[in-house]
């Protein structure tokens, strides 16, 4: 098995052919089958045809809708069983922490960031180190389908412009924070911002690079990330709002995760009504703020979330992982609050936003089953499969600000996409291919060939891995394949 | 990548070279470097060398206490990082089942059962069909490294005799259950034992194939299966039972699992003090059984059932999944009940141990999010890495009778075994080998080179696949392997 070599920028028009899935709505998945997206030189969707007669009536139709001639494009058909699906949005995770994922003992928030967390992190400012480390996790996350990701560097410059310039290179679209850390007592002394000066400036210099690498943010983009209220000082926070209202910059921080934090959040600031006013204070709750946890809102919390438009992060597997808690994302959407997944790697243990998907209709089970069998609201606690996908992609699209760029298949968004391929099972029980020199490992969905199309996405979401994920295109560039 | 062929019985003398991991207690591992395990041609492990200065001189040390000779031995060596790790034991799994893993909507219990489970299990009766779904779902356990499965088939016999066959042929250690259920109203006309004299004499139809197929029960075993108390009439667990007597078999079934199943056993049984005393009355709680689920156990029918001595399976993907609950692990241990481990397919979505392994670390951690944080029981109610690996190796052995016989290495045990490597991360962040043509995909796990052996086993646990077990041994054959 061999991963492709990275592709240049497309230079041809793209015509994707086959059957697409996406999230009509929250509760609804539209399946596009016999279906052609054309994809201009800019990695944006200019026709799309469905329900066609066949794939190449789909291919004629995208051609007279966009005048371009056949020999002009180059046409990706997916094959028997294939299908394309919106790229995953990871709209919280710690790049810096990637290889501690699956280590965390006993441990839970506070311990586990002074034993395990910030040792690693502090680490990072050796720069072949973190080129490392990164390199390992944007391909790995690339690999899973993620087309998005929403990372926390560290505290150190050089490194986490290093993250940038490689999302760039790699191809990920990607938001990059520098860690914001300048509370004494709280911050180890190895590894804290010195004085709230400090940790503005080192923020600014992050943004200037980003600023050169990437002008317009067509990819990568900057994001402030005042650690969480525990870590930050008022100034370092109030300083980081100025650069928002400057800059129109997103925001990401946590919030609610851990019940000694929140704890730790009250004695800490007195004054401050909420974890969430702590935050509302300073300025911080924007619509371009993305909340990481929110595990343990009051409903005040939530309704002022809600009216200011800012955005939370689910990450199921860390809570659990982390004996966190239970993040109640039905209750979030009633109060209207915008809800994306994160692995919160390495709180989560995955890199797989799939897994995080998959984790997040098991977490909402273990809710349902603290409410009575008789009391309606038990079932609807349950998220399901259509639900967690529409988590995956528009969710965290709309999260991240980017929900007219990505997050499904519309004429005007960019092509941020997935090939998933599933595994089949032949007459005599063997997987279809394994015994041929040249299969390709299709992982452990086992496709009997009568499942409806809802309940093979039932299957990939449960038994999925990146090994079916088979190509992934971000701003229609190519930038991850696998036999 | 090609799976290999099943390789005949070993004819040669074996020598596994490297480094073995295994539990020492349920809170420990034992690693034994530079080691040397010597497998004679009926699989058993004949002798043992551990903490050599070399695999050369454990190879030779273990010669030296065997008497072989070098030319008489196969020898298997570990590559640098790999280890080999006890096989899998699945202690509840429908292989009935398998084609619906992924597939349960927002059902539960009783629901779940009518609408996916029953018509499946039922169209099984076509043997063509049972043979591709019973091959499928014993080599992919095996891939897995489940080399002990305890299976459900359907109230069919010759399906499930096919199965049997399967197992001997495929090479997986099983046991095989017809599902026994005769009761009017509860099992759905078109899918029952037409009375407990049809009943009982299927079941015996079974026990006699396995009898003529594997006399010695050396690799494949009949187990009684009354499905569960709900499907089961007096008069057919009566009879099971004193098969039970009569033949020394073990039993399966499935116990307190779901409220509304209690609330059903109560009405159907309402001389009976417990869901447990069902069982008891009807003599089918002995020291060879084992009990699916327990989540909503009683202090009394914990009691009883550790006076039985009579075991649980732990079920914790299906528990979740199907919004069952949460079993309490380690309140059965305090209880003297031994427990396993099972994937329970199709209520759990997955085919594999591992997986079962970590969710059962999740779903202690959900229980403890109950309990207050300055509560000591919070913190014990947690499972280890090293107590699910237990789970999944001695405990599920302990469950089977088969303590003696396999779940870890020492002389006189079977080598039923796995050899487990985890990727490597290039000084480049590139997974080692990747960009090598004859590369093999290593999964999800990726080792930096600073982790201890614990944090290794940490980070296998929550990220490994069947990719990162490279080859799979029962009884000394060697019966998966992968590149």
């Not at 990607?174 to 804290?192: S, T």
């Not at 525990?230 to 997103?250: R, V, Y």
């Amino acid at each position: 098995m061999v991963l492709t070599k990275l592709s240049s920028e497309p230079k041809k028009f793209q015509i994707l052919l086959g059957t697409f899935v996406h999230s009509k709505s929250r509760t609804e998945l539209d399946y596009l089958h016999n279906a052609a997206v054309a994809v201009d030189t800019r990695g944006q969707i200019a026709a799309i045809a469905r329900d066609c007669r066949s794939m190449s009536d789909a291919k004629d139709a995208v051609l007279r809708q966009t005048g371009w001639k056949a020999s002009e494009a180059d046409v990706v058909e997916c094959e028997e069983g294939q299908f394309f699906f919106p790229g995953f949005i990871d709209t919280h995770v710690h790049a810096s922490q990637y290889p501690n994922i699956g280590i965390f003992g006993k441990s839970s928030l506070l311990d586990w960031l002074e034993r395990y967390t910030f040792p690693l992190e502090c680490s990072l400012s050796d720069l072949a180190k973190a080129q490392r480390v990164y390199t390992a996790c944007v391909r790995r996350t690339l690999a899973h389908g993620t087309t998005t990701a929403t990372y926390y560097t560290t505290i150190d410059v050089p490194a986490t412009n290093l993250l940038a310039d490689l999302c760039l290179n790699l191809g990920q679209r990607a938001f990059v924070g520098r860690v914001c850390m300048d509370r004494k007592g709280f911050c180890p002394d190895y590894y804290e911002d010195e004085s709230p000066e400090v940790a503005v400036h080192a923020t600014r210099e992050t943004i200037s690079h980003i600023d050169k690498v990437d002008p317009g943010y067509e990819l990568v983009s900057p994001i402030l990330t005042p650690r969480f209220a525990p870590a930050c000082t008022p100034e370092s926070m109030n300083a980081l709002s100025k650069i928002q209202k400057e800059k129109h910059l997103p925001v990401q921080t946590h919030i609610s995760e851990n019940k000694g934090e929140i704890e730790l959040v009250k004695h800490m600031y007195p004054a401050a009504k909420t974890y969430a006013d702590v935050y509302d204070k300073h300025e911080l709750l924007t619509p371009k703020t993305v909340l990481a946890h929110a595990v343990y809102l009051t409903d005040d919390e939530a309704t002022l979330i809600s009216q200011r438009e800012s955005k939370v992060s689910h990450c199921p597997c860390s809570n659990s992982s982390l004996t966190s808690g239970e993040a109640r994302v039905r209750w979030m959407w009633d109060k209207g609050i915008e809800v994306g997944l994160g692995t919160d790697m390495s709180g989560g243990y995955s890199p797989s936003i799939l897994e995080a998907a998959r984790q997040a209709t098991l977490m909402s089970r273990h809710l349902a089953m603290q409410i009575d069998d008789d009391d309606a609201s038990r079932e609807r606690c349950k998220l399901t499969v259509e639900e967690v996908l529409y988590l995956a992609t528009r969710g965290g699209a709309l999260c991240l600000g980017l929900g007219d760029k990505v997050g499904g298949f519309e004429v005007g968004k960019q092509l941020d996409a997935q090939l998933i391929a599933l595994g089949a099972v032949g007459d005599d029980g063997l997987r279809a291919g394994e015994d041929g020199v040249d299969w390709a490992d299709a992982g452990n969905v086992d496709v009997f060939g009568w499942e409806t199309w809802d309940e093979r996405i039932a299957k990939w979401l449960y038994n999925g891995d990146d090994r079916n994920t088979k190509k992934v295109w971000v701003r229609g560039r190519l930038v991850h394949s696998r036999r």
